[in-house]
Nanobody
């Protein structure tokens, strides 16, 4: 059974930083795509950042470029989202999602068709105060 468990959320002041972690079990970090999505109250789910090993690509939403960095540690089956210069509008529940095997680009999974992600974590809340 595939499980994705997020951690690292919390309350931070604007301008601060957080690092989210997503520990994956039940599948091997080989030919996969994995990423972070977020949903703020009253808003639609948004793809934040994804990695697709299949297409050797990475995606960042425009509103996080230059501030967020996605990375993975294959030995630990863990993906991270380093979030710097946080803004109040980054407040949301952040979800980790994955699909394996993956066939498409990170942009596809994060931006075009997030429903192609087969596995989802339960989310971690990030609150940025002004």
């Amino acid at each position: 059974e595939v499980q994705l468990v997020e951690s690292g959320g919390g309350l931070v002041q604007a301008g601060g930083s957080l690092r989210l972690s997503c520990a994956a079990s039940g599948f091997t970090f080989g030919n996969y795509a994995i990423g972070w999505f977020r949903q703020a109250p009253g808003k639609e789910r948004e793809g934040v950042s994804c990695i697709s090993r299949a297409a050797r690509s990475t995606y960042y939403a425009e509103n996080v470029k230059g501030r967020f960095t996605i990375s993975s540690d294959n030995a630990k089956n863990t993906v991270y989202l380093q979030m710097n210069s946080l803004k109040p509008e980054d407040t949301a529940v952040y979800y980790c999602a994955a699909v394996a095997p993956a066939f498409y680009t990170a942009n596809y999974y994060c931006n075009d068709d997030s429903y192609a992600m087969d596995y989802w974590g339960k989310g971690t809340l990030v609150t940025v105060s002004s």
